[in-house]
């Protein structure tokens, strides 16, 4: 009880004397409440707390939670040094250099495996667990396809959804209602909810546990629903969509959001782009080198590989047309 006992004192000179929102307190008992269960009465040192960020990184937690827990577990070590209870030794304590970058997720294709994998059929189940499955399976590849948050997509109701504007509405994180197009693929399927009030009468708990059994079956790292989340954005941005139309896809409040966590800078591009388009650079490029920065842009964008666009040249010009069949 050690350890409880003095997490306790923490959790309560933060709310009384560093004067700590209630969100920060929460998120604080949140994480030493886990390292808690995790010590199961093991002694707090340094090796202990090393093994712990090792657990979690081997668990499949995200990098911002790792960075959360890791963040409190060192200021509860200060607290601890600073009233005397325990010197304080985490000055060694140190995060993997990988770690402050979340680890890409895996292709849609490969997270549509997993969603399958988890809710395949047994024969022991009954015909609650068979539906629970279904809406499970439903639910997760609506998450994929339009990168709702689970929190959102469990508040929706069927009357949420319009069929015949192929829209639905969405409650943000601060309240706000948004409208959004439906993924074409699943209409039929939403269709055919028997649910009365709930579009996804599931919990998240068994959507952790549905892509858990997936990842399990196919020997893949876990991922979360949150996963799901971070495979649209990606996604999406590696098909070049403006990072102010993926800001307002993911419904972030700033675009420093969608930068930090989804756009790769391509150094290539960025330089063509410059080069072709500022008038003092492009002042003395002649117009055969300009037109071999375009054909290099065509080659990294995969235009002219791409059976949708004809490219051509018209009086030294560069014609890209769309084709009709398509």
């Known amino acids: 009880m050690y350890f409880e006992d ?33 010590l199961n009465g093991r002694e707090f040192n340094l090796e202990n707390s090393r093994c712990y960020v090792d657990f979690l990184l081997e668990e499949g937690v995200s990098a911002s939670t790792v960075k959360e827990y890791f963040r409190t577990i060192k200021a509860f070590g200060g607290y601890m040094d600073r009233y005397g209870i325990q010197p304080y030794f985490l000055k060694a304590l140190e995060l993997p250099k990988d770690v402050y970058r979340d680890r890409l997720p895996v292709s849609t294709e490969t997270a549509l495996k997993i969603i399958d994998a988890g809710t395949q ?12 499955k279904v809406i499970s399976s439903l639910a997760l590849r609506f998450m994929l396809f339009t990168g709702v948050r689970d929190g959102g997509l469990l508040n929706m109701k069927v009357s949420d959804v319009h069929f015949d504007t192929g829209t639905y509405h969405i409650r943000l994180k601060g309240g706000n209602i ?111 080198k300009k037109l071999e920065m375009v054909e290099k842009s065509q080659i990294i964008m995969s235009l002219t590989n791409d059976p949708r666009f004809i490219i051509t040249m018209l009086d030294d010009k560069l014609v890209i047309k769309i084709r009709r069949d398509y």
């Not at 939403?190 to 546990?209: M, Q, W």
């Open 121 to 132: 059929s047994c024969l022991s189940d009954n015909k609650h667990g068979r539906d629970s």
């Open 6 to 38: 003095n997490s306790a004192k923490y959790l309560k000179y933060c709310k009384e004397i560093r004067k700590h929102t209630p969100a920060t307190i929460k998120n604080k008992t949140n994480s030493l409440g886990r390292f808690a269960r995790w």
């Open 178 to 288: 948004v409208e959004k197009g439906l993924p074409i693929n699943l209409i039929e399927e939403l269709k055919n909810i028997g649910s009365a009030y709930k579009l996804f009468p599931v919990s998240v708990e068994t959507l952790r546990d549905v892509l858990s059994r997936g990842c399990k079956k196919l020997g893949l790292p876990k991922i979360k629903p949150h996963s799901l989340r971070s495979i649209f954005a990606t996604t999406l941005a590696s098909t070049d969509m403006s990072p102010i139309q993926l800001a307002k896809q993911m419904n972030h409040s700033k675009i420093e959001t969608t930068y930090k966590h989804y756009i790769q800078s391509d150094v290539f591009k960025d330089t063509q782009i410059l080069n072709l388009n500022h008038p003092i650079i492009s002042l003395d490029v002649s117009p055969r």
